[in-house]
């Protein structure tokens, strides 16, 4: 490096023979005096050892020699001073190098060295060599370390000691060595030392790879100095590289910065943080060094859905070792690119092919991906994938029990980060990422097949229509934990809502410590083995009462499924089967495995009918199997409730005489005025005499089912016939009267009493 070449600086003074005018013989600034027609200096045009120099007769105690014009100095440059003198006659004197530092404004800049240590001249006619490196920085070599502070200085020498000698010196001599520390101070190659031209046409490719192998042989980095630099090809930097120009290369070539490898690296390379983040997830997944890619906490606007595998051009291929993109923000910017697309088509559904929509008109225009709806069509039913040739469409699980030809709408919304052109993708991770949406954009797809999706710690700040979705059975084990959802439809009421936060379709899902606010549904899932942990969603409203819907929808029968310590808020959980293809109970299992634990359940302002739990069956024959709801808290603001639980009847009853193995107990209840138990237990008191006692299990029964089974009779002192006390044992009749939520307490004779009776809804085993 050589600012005089590079920059055009201006380093070496004047030589002597052009005159006297601009040296002077105090510190060299403006109005200092100057040696032209000082009786003690006049300028020699012939000496044998210098040719034109300066004859000096030392005067005074420090006899000063400084150039009056400033020599330029930069952060990072190095400057050497060569003066050579000797002495012709009288005292010997010492001599120094002798600079003084100033800024922009030419004023000395206090507190730098600035005068080299004096060397000793100790013969006639012997040439002395002075030399000084004036730097910035405190190396190896630098005699005046200036910083960063001056713009300049006024080079120079200082005769020292006994009065009299005459010296003659030659011309100053200034040069830039800042080569010299090039090695050691900017550890680079630099890319056009090796070829590379930088007109954002000619292919650089060989240029780089020489480039990067001299920086790896010397351990050094690789400069991408100013420029546009075209790499028509795959490259891969084994070297750290810094940018100053930026890189332009095909979309489907790919660059690896494995030293590197986070967004600050590729928005450098690329200009931008939009096409850095494109560039960084396409490399992700062709590059084992790493499997995160950073984006070291920045915002990127992203104008539209960025396609991954295709972006990575890995579209229907299988992908399963850990990828992880993490620590930044995604924000979606307007645009046309965000606009769902829109198709409606006619179509057969047949139940026994219930994940297939046959005959479908306009298949090659509908996209995969997009939800379908329609009458009698389940909720969160995808199209995971079509055959254009046969007019097939395969569904992300079975839509319902209403065959038939009809109309269907398919509606592909628009996500920031869209997993469905994989075949197979396992162990992706998402942490520490916000999704900002801003009602603009969905935030995740997650692709057709795969397990073990992780996302952990994000925020899904107003997506349009979707936060998670998924069209298959990429949701496989998914793990959703320490999430912020916020819906973009904070002040719509919640029956007109549509966001959905999650949607699952397979099993051994686990929702953990998220907090979603004010969807129509917070997740709306199938399969089983699932797991809610530690959640709080809530989905009210401020109109007073008003409507609520489900904040969890589990659309499985048998889930096998548990909520534990979690806050249900303005919501409720409801368990339906409306995928069913045929929606008869089918001889196995009905609704239940569920286990419904230590949560708090509110309400504010909901109207009566409101409940916290829901089963909304359809087809006839089922009932409740293996059901657990212990230890929670249930409690209204602003109007009681009729019950914590309910059965939905709109399109079917429960089966109560084939309840089996359901636990409610351990519940507490504030404004719902009727609490739920099983068993439950009621005191009965028979005040007249009478052999045959009439005890109402009445509405506390769960889900208001039959007194099928009494476990106890207890009488609450002394069973009465008259005045004399009786010790027979009783007998019981179970689901008596209409509602059959009564039994009969028989006795051998007519008795007066009180008995507690523990009555259940279920067989217990």
């Not at 297939?356 to 969160?380: D, F, H, K, P, Y």
Request: charged share 15%; aromatic share 10%.
């Amino acid at each position: 490096m050589n600012k005089a070449i590079t920059d055009g600086l201006v380093l070496m003074p004047i030589p002597f023979s052009a005159g006297l005018s601009l040296w002077s013989s105090g510190d060299g600034t403006a109005g200092s005096p100057s040696y032209n027609g000082a009786p003690n200096a006049a300028v020699v045009s012939a000496d044998q050892d210098f040719g034109g120099c300066l004859e000096l007769v030392k005067t005074s105690a420090t006899q000063r020699l400084r150039y009056m014009v400033q020599t330029p100095f930069q952060p990072g440059m190095y400057l050497q001073l060569t003066v050579r003198l000797k002495v012709l006659s009288g005292a010997l004197p010492s001599a120094r190098i002798s600079c003084l530092p100033v800024n922009a404004a030419g004023t000395a800049v206090a507190g730098l060295p600035w005068v080299t240590d004096p060397v000793a001249l100790t013969g006639y006619g012997q040439v002395v060599t002075l030399r000084a490196i004036i730097g910035s920085g405190a190396r190896q070599g630098v005699d005046l370390v200036w910083g960063t502070a001056p713009a300049g200085g006024h080079v120079g020498i200082d005769l020292t000691g006994t009065n009299g000698g005459v010296v003659r010196i030659d011309d100053f001599v200034v040069e830039d060595v800042t080569a010299a520390f090039h090695r050691k101070m900017m550890p680079w190659v630099d890319v056009r030392d090796h070829g590379a031209i930088g007109d954002g046409t000619t292919n650089d490719l060989s240029a780089f790879a020489a480039a990067d192998a001299a920086a790896l042989a010397a351990g050094q980095s690789v400069l991408v100095s100013a420029g546009t630099y075209r790499l028509n090809g795959n490259f891969t930097f084994s070297s750290p590289v810094a940018f100053e120009g930026t890189l332009s290369m095909p979309a489907a070539n790919r660059l690896a910065l494995t030293r590197n490898f986070d967004l600050e690296g590729y928005a450098a390379a690329f200009g931008n943080e939009a096409e850095g983040l494109r560039r960084g997830m396409q490399a992700l997944f062709h590059f084992s060094d790493h499997v995160s890619f950073d984006l070291k906490g920045r915002s990127v606007n992203v104008a539209a859905p960025l396609f991954v595998a295709e972006n990575a051009g890995l579209a229907g291929s299988s992908f399963v070792q850990r990828r992880v993109i993490d620590n930044g923000q995604l924000v979606a910017v307007p645009g046309a690119a965000w606009t769902p697309g829109i198709v409606t088509s006619v179509a057969s559904y047949d139940t026994d092919s219930p994940y297939q929509l046959s005959g479908v008109a306009n298949v090659a225009n509908i996209e995969v991906g997009s939800l379908v709806t329609g009458a009698g069509v389940a909720r969160e039913t995808y199209v995971r994938s079509k055959n254009v040739a046969a007019g097939t469409v395969e569904l992300s699980l079975p839509p319902g029990s209403q065959g038939g030809t009809r109309t269907y709408t398919f509606t592909r919304f628009r996500y920031l980060l869209d997993f469905s052109g994989f075949g197979r993708l396992d162990r992706f991770e998402a942490t520490n990422v916000e999704f900002y949406c801003d009602s603009i954009a969905s935030a995740v797809m997650l692709p057709p097949s795969g397990i073990t999706t992780r996302i952990h710690g994000c925020s899904f700040d107003r997506p349009r229509d979707r936060a998670i979705t998924s069209i298959g059975t990429g949701c496989q084990g998914l793990m959703v934990d320490e999430c912020n959802f916020l819906s973009s439809e904070m002040p719509v009421p919640v029956q007109d809502r549509t966001s959905v936060g999650i949607n699952v379709n397979a099993n051994d899902v686990k929702i953990r410590d998220n907090r979603a606010v004010r969807f129509r549904h917070f997740v709306v899932i199938h399969g089983s083995g699932h797991m809610f942990v530690g959640n709080h969603w809530f989905q009210g409203d401020s109109a007073v009462p008003g409507v609520r819907t489900a904040g969890v929808v589990l659309t499985g029968i048998n889930v096998k499924t548990l909520f534990t310590g979690n806050y249900v808020d303005n919501s409720f959980i409801e368990l339906t089967n409306e995928r069913e293809p045929d929606p008869n109970w089918n001889n196995q299992f009905s609704f239940g495995g569920i286990t419904i634990t230590a949560n708090i359940f509110t309400t504010i302002g909901a109207m009566a009918s409101f409940a916290w739990i829901v089963v909304t069956p359809r087809g006839s024959g089922h009932y409740l199997q293996g059901v657990s709801i212990t230890g929670n808290t249930f409690r209204t603001m602003n109007g009681n409730v009729d019950r914590a639980e309910k059965v939905d009847t709109t399109w079917a009853d429960l089966t109560y005489s084939r309840f089996r193995n359901v636990t409610v107990n351990g519940n507490n209840f504030n404004g719902v005025n009727a609490g739920c138990y099983n068993p439950v237990t009621v005191r009965h008191d028979q005040n007249s005499a009478a052999s045959a006692w009439t005890v109402a299990a009445g509405e506390n029964l769960a889900f208001g089912g039959w007194a099928r089974v009494v476990t106890g009779v207890v009488a609450a002192g002394a069973v009465l016939q008259g005045s004399t006390q009786r010790y027979d044992m009783p007998w019981v009749q179970t689901e008596q009267g209409s509602s059959k939520q009564q039994v009969l307490v028989r006795w051998p004779v007519a008795v007066t009493g009180t008995v507690w009776v523990t009555v259940r809804a279920d067989n217990p085993v």
